[in-house]
């Protein structure tokens, strides 16, 4: 069965570095998403891609955030400078774009992202 | 703006006996529900899903989710877990139609006790 898959699993970076974090949907899909979820917090969404542009986006997806999708296959995240506070596990998820809408998104094993 | 309230963050239950996971929505528009699951070191994993009709649905694995329209609710139940069951329970909506962002509740863990 086809899977999103995330790369990497575990990101160790220091406070203000860029990082990019990976995924790849799976094939054919038409909408992608990144979510975070805080330690101990619920998932939340951040962004929503369609037609390599992003339709929709949350009050946590500042300037830091950006969101790319290179080439026909990889979605990226990248973050710009990062915070102590960025440290969560980031989730990319993707959805056909079929049936009337009733389709559902399918998510990635995540990237847990640790700033110190 | 939507909600998703899960009143027990955790649930310990023994093996065998069943078990309900509480889930409660607010939204001012129509929603579509879901509940996923997250196994220990694992991504997120749909369970069910509420879309339209039935306000029964039901997962592969004997779980089961009951849609309450005038109670906003969609509970989450198994009349006998497994020790297999033990993981992450989150319920969530969607908007119907749009872009379709996932708004989840904060998550219940549920451990089966043998």
Known sequence: EPEVTQTPSHQVTQMGQEVILRCVPISNHLYFYWYRQILGQKVEFLVSFYNNEISEKSEIFDDQFSVERPDGSNFTLKIRSTKLEDSAMYFCASRPGTSGGTDTQYFGPGTRLTVL | ?114
């Open chain 2, 1 to 114: 703006a939507q909600s998703v309230t899960q009143l027990d963050s955790q649930v310990p239950v023994f093996e065998e006996a069943p078990v309900e996971l509480r889930c409660n929505y607010s939204s001012s528009v129509s929603v579509y529900l879901f509940w996923y699951v997250q196994y220990p070191n694992q991504g997120l994993q749909l369970l069910l899903k509420y879309l339209s009709g039935s306000t029964l649905v039901e997962s592969i694995n004997g779980f089961e989710a009951e849609f309450n329209k005038s109670q906003t609710s969609f509970h989450l139940r198994k009349p006998s877990v497994h020790i297999s069951d033990t993981a992450e329970y989150f319920c969530a909506v969607s908007d119907i139609g749009g872009y379709q962002k996932v708004t989840f509740g904060i998550g219940t863990k549920l451990q089966v006790i043998p």
